[in-house]
């Protein structure tokens, strides 16, 4: 099966599922390292893909998220007449039933043992004491947060961060930083992805807060870091004083 993956999540997911399936990936597709994928195409950026270069190497299917890609490039890519499989991604049951629709549905490939590691790491996470209460910037200029039904947001809960803004009206509110200092929570949760936070850039804006600097891939990724994921986050969040 010829495949391109607009996700890099699941460029991931299919490159250590299924070694040579990938024929394209887009720009911001990091792991696995350019070295270890190959010949494999560059297809242009999640939000503005090129669909003639997509269409030109004669995928079997190409792989999308409803979040991540935008409906009229997947359109554009229907309408040349390419397979597209879309994926939804709201917390960790659906992050892991779809990832099993695309590799053992889709793709026709046995379920990996990655995924069923995943799940058993996940299953063993019991967080211990109150939960405590954050916000979640993913952007700042301006300042952006997990808000409601967010697939990060269900994994923080999971290890007993409680995300202040999950009632929020919207997935990814714009809140300014001075009313996120007045918000009352225990700690800031900083990822280093979508925005590129840092101990200089981000903790500075919230002065006596204590900040929990994490990897975005294994807080906002569905793929084989999933299996890893609690480990490598509770250990940041312990290092940030959060039990």
Same mark, same amino acid.
């Given at each position: 099966?010829r495949v391109?993956?607009?996700?890099?999540?699941?460029t991931?997911? &299919?490159a250590v599922?299924?070694?040579?399936?990938l024929v394209?990936?887009?720009?911001?597709?990091t792991?696995?390292a350019p070295?270890?994928?190959g010949? &494999?195409?560059?297809v242009? #950026?999640t939000k503005?893909?090129?669909v003639?270069r997509?269409a030109?190497? +004669?995928?079997d299917?190409?792989?999308?998220?409803?979040e991540?890609?935008?409906?009229p490039?997947? @359109?554009?890519?229907r309408?040349? #007449?390419?397979r &597209?499989?879309?994926t939804? &991604?709201?917390?960790?049951?659906q992050?892991?039933?779809e990832?099993?629709?695309?590799?053992?549905?889709?793709?026709?490939?046995?379920?990996?043992?990655? %995924?069923?590691?995943?799940e058993a790491a996940?299953a063993?996470?019991?967080?211990?004491?109150?939960?405590?209460?954050?916000?979640?910037p993913i952007?700042?200029?301006?300042?952006?947060?997990?808000g +409601?039904?967010?697939?990060?947001g269900?994994?923080l809960?999971?290890?007993?961060?409680?995300? @202040?803004y999950?009632g929020?009206?919207? +997935?990814y509110p714009?809140?300014?930083a001075?009313?996120l200092?007045?918000? #009352?929570?225990d700690?800031?949760v900083l990822?280093?992805e979508p925005y590129?936070?840092?101990? #200089?850039?981000?903790p500075?804006?919230?002065?006596? %807060?204590?900040?929990? %600097?994490l990897?975005? +891939?294994?807080?906002?990724?569905?793929?084989?870091?999933?299996?890893?994921?609690p480990?490598?986050?509770a250990?940041a969040?312990r290092?940030?004083?959060?039990a």
């Amino acid at each position: 099966m010829r495949v391109v993956s607009l996700v890099p999540s699941l460029t991931e997911a &299919v490159a250590v599922s299924a070694p040579g399936a990938l024929v394209g990936v887009t720009d911001w597709c990091t792991h696995p390292a350019p070295a270890e994928l190959g010949d &494999v195409a560059r297809v242009g #950026g999640t939000k503005n893909p090129d669909v003639r270069r997509i269409a030109e190497l +004669r995928p079997d299917l190409v792989i999308a998220n409803e979040e991540e890609n935008r409906a009229p490039d997947l @359109a554009e890519l229907r309408a040349a #007449g390419l397979r &597209v499989l879309v994926t939804e &991604v709201r917390d960790l049951p659906q992050a892991l039933s779809e990832l099993e629709r695309l590799l053992v549905g889709a793709m026709g490939l046995e379920r990996p043992g990655w %995924l069923s590691d995943a799940e058993a790491a996940w299953a063993r996470v019991a967080p211990a004491g109150e939960p405590r209460l954050a916000f979640v910037p993913i952007w700042r200029r301006p300042w952006m947060v997990l808000g +409601r039904d967010t697939f990060a947001g269900d994994l923080l809960a999971r290890l007993g961060v409680r995300n @202040a803004y999950a009632g929020h009206a919207e +997935r990814y509110p714009r809140i300014p930083a001075a009313e996120l200092a007045a918000a #009352g929570c225990d700690l800031v949760v900083l990822p280093d992805e979508p925005y590129r936070f840092t101990a #200089g850039d981000g903790p500075e804006a919230f002065p006596g %807060l204590p900040a929990a %600097l994490l990897s975005g +891939r294994h807080l906002t990724w569905y793929g084989p870091s999933l299996a890893e994921a609690p480990a490598v986050l509770a250990a940041a969040l312990r290092a940030a004083g959060v039990a």
